[in-house]
T-cell receptor, first 113, second 114 residues
Framework: AQSVSQHNHHVILSEAASLELGCNYS??????LFWYVQYPGQHLQLLLK??????LVKGIKGFEAEFIKSKFSFNLRKPSVQWSDTAEYFC???????????FGTGTQLKVEL | DSGVTQTPKHLITATGQRVTLRCSPR?????VYWYQQSLDQGLQFLIQ???????AKGNILERFSAQQFPDLHSELNLSSLELGDSALYFC?????????????FGPGTRLTVT
């Protein structure tokens, strides 16, 4: 079955710390992977996506993610977080040609001043 | 602003009632997806329509139904409401029919069943 898992449910960091949020997927065949962010009280916004090609993808707001096929991972990274990055982060996947997005359980990130 | 609009923003209703949630996709998008977000279930895909036709079904209860109209807006109908249906309901749209196309999410409708 297609699934996406996020292992870190709550992460607390100080400003300027580096961030890495884990995401693993389980899909047969090709897969499209996404990271979405949900700021408090707001809707989901797309941070970045991977469809094919360069496994290191850069998104908005200084975020990047690396697709590692051998590890079935698509971890999100940011070298230096800001207080405004406090939000919930969702990894999601869709099988190539499939329709629905399967979301991970989300990671609540709190950045302290 | 993603370009996807949802109405109403908030809805409070009683158990056993029926409500309709509305979604207008981004201009040019043919696919509409419905998701339910709750504390215990997380973000769950409910159903997808593409150009007026049902395209994919997820964890949608039989008490729930949806449709997409010729002008591409979509409605999600929830009936015989239960307390456990209280959740945030998101609509998303994309230009194409599959998961290969990125989805843009609306602001959501917060449903409270009392």
């Amino acid at each position: 079955a297609q699934s996406v898992s996020q292992h870190n449910h709550h992460v607390i960091l100080s400003e300027a710390a580096s961030l890495e949020l884990g995401c693993n997927y389980s899909y047969g065949g090709t897969v499209n992977l996404f990271w979405y962010v949900q700021y408090p009280g707001q809707h989901l916004q797309l941070l970045l996506k991977y469809f094919s090609g360069d496994p290191l993808v850069k998104g908005i707001k200084g975020f990047e993610a690396e697709f590692i096929k051998s590890k079935f991972s698509f971890n999100l990274r940011k070298p230096s977080v800001q207080w405004s990055d406090t939000a919930e982060y969702f990894c999601a996947g869709a099988g190539g040609g499939g329709n629905k997005l399967t979301f991970g359980t989300g990671t609540q990130l709190k950045v302290e001043l | 602003d993603s370009g996807v609009t949802q109405t109403p923003k908030h809805l409070i209703t009683a158990t056993g009632q029926r409500v309709t949630l509305r979604c207008s996709p981004r201009s040019g998008d043919l696919s509409v997806y419905w998701y339910q977000q709750s504390l215990d279930q997380g973000l769950q895909f409910l159903i997808q329509y593409y150009n007026g036709e049902e395209r994919a079904k997820g964890n949608i209860l039989e008490r729930f139904s949806a449709q997409q109209f010729p002008d591409l807006h979509s409605e999600l109908n929830l009936s015989s409401l239960e307390l456990g249906d209280s959740a945030l309901y998101f609509c998303a749209s994309s230009v194409g029919p599959t998961g290969a196309y990125e989805q843009y999410f609306g602001p959501g409708t917060r449903l409270t069943v009392t």
